[in-house]
């Protein structure tokens, strides 16, 4: 479960990076505020949490990995 949130959270981070670097913008400051905003800190710190969470992904054999989800 904390891998599959992770995941999405990663994803959500890279989609907002994307939008950042193509149209300069940012979804998430947008949303919740601005980047000084509590709640968009909050988000950014979860997305950093889950980054360091999903490294470890790359050390794990791929059938943990696909138990893990069943």
Not at 15 to 36: A, T, Y
Not at 42 to 63: D, E, M, Q, V
């Amino acid at each position: 479960m904390l891998d599959r949130l992770s995941l999405i959270l990663i994803i959500i981070g890279a989609l907002n990076w994307g939008s950042v670097g193509i149209f300069k913008f940012d979804f998430v400051s947008w949303i919740f505020g601005g980047q000084g905003a509590t709640f968009s800190r909050i988000f950014y710190t979860l997305i950093g949490l889950a980054g360091i969470w999903c490294i470890s992904l790359l050390f794990r054999s791929r059938n943990t990995v696909l138990d893990d989800d069943i």
